[in-house]
């Protein structure tokens, strides 16, 4: 946009730090889909410490300077206010409807859309490296014997890990299954080896027994507020009780891992 373009320096460099710092929405925008943000996490953007770290751009120290930056970056059309809708599709997990208020200003509650892309150095580079990539396979019977060798050594090589992994995957089952009979509960060999850590930590610890995990203070606190709620009905069902029947089955639990589902503030 020329708006953009006459910005001065120091707005253009704000817009671009908030670009990348706002975890980024996707909304739907007169058919396109476009990132949108809430006015207050660009506020929280500009007073966090990574903020001052960077270099020409305007001095942020409250929340009254940082509304100040964000309504003079909105000037120059980098973002526009909208109003936020429904979802576009059936689900609602669809992109939200997003449509530009006449009026812009800028405030913590309101919503605003991204018409500025920031650095595009990552994305020609992208584009420079799968082009020659492309180039290079095609041209691969032109390669020079020794580089044509040392590829087809690297892809054996790399046939071999894929394969030893396999292996590793399968020998630790039988193990588990073998242990779970003779030495209940059973002993997983690298134990972390699916897990979400790096390559070295996937071989940390060597083994482990699959015991149970621990329950944590707020399962047991869910399960007292459960006891009062069951107590509770008893008390006021008119005749009516709850019988409380604990499972006595001894075997372990299983270690997938448990995922808590948060609710939006936003939504």
Request: hydrophobic share 45%.
């Amino acid at each position: 946009m020329e708006q953009q373009q006459k910005a001065p320096p120091e707005i253009k460099n704000a817009a671009q730090f908030l670009r990348g710092a706002l975890k980024a929405r996707v909304g739907a925008l007169n058919g396109k889909r476009l990132d949108y943000f809430k006015g207050k996490s660009a506020i929280k953007a500009l007073l966090s410490p990574a903020y001052q770290k960077v270099k020409d751009v305007p001095p942020v120290h409250d929340e009254t300077q940082a509304i100040a930056v964000l309504s003079a970056v909105n000037a120059f059309a980098f973002f526009l206010r909208v109003q936020r809708g429904g979802p576009s599709g059936s689900s609602s997990s669809s992109p939200k409807i997003l449509q530009i208020i006449q009026e812009q200003k800028f405030a913590a509650d309101e919503y605003y859309v991204w018409f500025f892309e920031g650095s595009q150095w990552t994305t020609y580079a992208g584009g420079i490296l799968m082009v020659a990539i492309m180039l290079a396979g095609v041209m691969f019977p032109l390669w020079p014997p020794i580089m044509r060798l040392g590829v087809w050594y690297l892809s054996i090589a790399m046939l071999g890990l894929i394969g030893v992994f396999f292996a590793i995957a399968v020998v630790r089952l039988i193990f588990y299954v073998i242990t779970l009979i003779v030495a209940s509960p059973g002993i997983w060999i690298f134990p972390t080896l699916f897990a979400d850590v790096g390559f070295v930590e996937s071989f940390i610890p060597l083994w482990e027994w699959d015991l149970p995990k621990k329950k944590t203070k707020k399962a047991k606190k869910g399960e007292k507020s459960e006891k009062k709620k069951g107590k509770a009905a008893s008390t006021n069902g008119g005749g009516a009780f709850i019988e409380e029947v604990e499972s006595g089955d001894s075997r372990p639990q299983s270690r997938s891992a448990r995922v808590e589902d948060v609710e939006d503030e936003d939504a």
